[in-house]
């Protein structure tokens, strides 16, 4: 898991949450604002064009939700301009 330096991710109680998920923790740089840019870019995307459209019922139900959108349209049919107009999978 990939994140900043704020308190809440350098915290004992999380450092223990991740180690007992089995997750290795990676930081940003010290003041190096983008280091996380791309995952902050698509998750206001993701939530411009997903999250905010929909009403979910449950927790299951977002989860597939989110997944259906990240691998069938997010990662197959949305271009992207960073990337000379193809979609991840036409640059893969």
């Known amino acids: 898991m990939h994140t900043d330096l704020g308190s809440q991710y350098t915290s004992e109680d ?5 180690k007992e998920a ?3 923790q990676s930081f940003s ?3 190096c604002p983008y280091d996380n840019a791309c995952v902050e870019s698509f ?3 993701l939530k411009k064009e997903e999250v905010y459209q929909t009403s979910y019922i449950d927790f299951e139900t977002a989860r597939l939700a989110l ?3 990240i691998e069938s349209w997010y ?3 949305r271009i992207h301009g960073a990337i000379h ?3 991840p999978q036409q640059l893969e």
Do not use: D
């Open 43 to 45: 998750h206001a995307t």
């Open 75 to 77: 990662n197959r049919r």
């Open 67 to 69: 997944f259906n959108y």
């Open 14 to 18: 999380f450092e223990v949450a991740l």
């Open 29 to 31: 740089r010290k003041g």
């Open 22 to 24: 089995k997750i290795q």
């Open 85 to 87: 107009y193809l979609t």
